[in-house]
T-cell receptor, first 110, second 113 residues
């Protein structure tokens, strides 16, 4: 059982549609991060959320941290084929132990 | 600026053989990590080193050992490789504290036959 549960595991949508990816845990985190990974590469950080209830926007991506700091969501508006990739959430069980969810594979069809 | 460098990029081992995966970072980061990535499993933490001179077990440490050789280098050793250790291995480093960005290497694709 992973500390961070992501859903859905796979998501395939048409260009222009919206999508939401969820990251849930029974543990409280001081912060949560979202990474994106492309084939053959290591993950790259998209955002870090720190405060409960925080909402951060990165162009068409909106990230939210739950009020209780146990969950987070990533929403993409008007998805484009360039958004295709593996999206991973990550959080620390302690100050140094960084754990990842299983990831959501997003495919945006042109 | 190299960032995080892993060697080798690819490796094929026979069951029972041993090998060491090397990782080096040039960003003066304090904390380093080893993960394995399998289909549908995301990244699972094998071992981590919060700072030079310390190492701790992650979620899946069995069958592995690590050495934090100095601040720059963190190696992962498989003493007796098993087919279940076929995976892609990633090394990462973080400055400190935890909510700063983790930087990853390009990965090592290991196949144990």
């Amino acid at each position: 059982t992973q500390l961070l549960e992501q859903s859905p595991q796979f998501l395939s949508i048409q260009e222009g549609e919206n999508l939401t990816v969820y990251c849930n845990s029974s543990s409280v985190f001081s912060s949560l991060q979202w990474y994106r990974q492309e084939p053959g590469e290591g993950p790259v950080l998209l955002v870090t959320v720190v405060t409960g209830g925080e909402v951060k926007k990165l162009k068409r991506l909106t990230f939210q941290f739950g009020d209780a700091r146990k969950d987070s969501s990533l929403h993409i508006t008007a998805a484009q084929p360039g958004d295709t990739g593996l999206y991973l959430c990550a959080g620390g069980a302690n100050d140094y132990k960084l754990s990842f969810g299983a990831g959501t594979t997003v495919t945006v069809r042109a | 600026n190299a960032g995080v460098t892993q060697t080798p990029k690819f490796q094929v081992l026979k069951t029972g053989q041993s090998m060491t995966l090397q990782c080096a970072q040039d960003m003066n980061h304090n904390s380093m990590y080893w993960y394995r990535q399998d289909p549908g499993m995301g990244l699972r933490l094998i071992y981590y080193s919060a700072s030079e001179g310390t190492t701790d077990k992650g979620e899946v440490p069995n069958g592995y050992n690590v050495s934090r050789l100095n601040k720059r280098e963190f190696s992962l050793r498989l003493e007796s490789a098993a087919p279940s250790q076929t995976s892609v291995y990633f090394c990462a480093s973080i400055y400190r504290p935890l909510n700063t960005e983790a930087f990853f290497g390009q990965g090592t694709r290991l196949t144990v036959v």
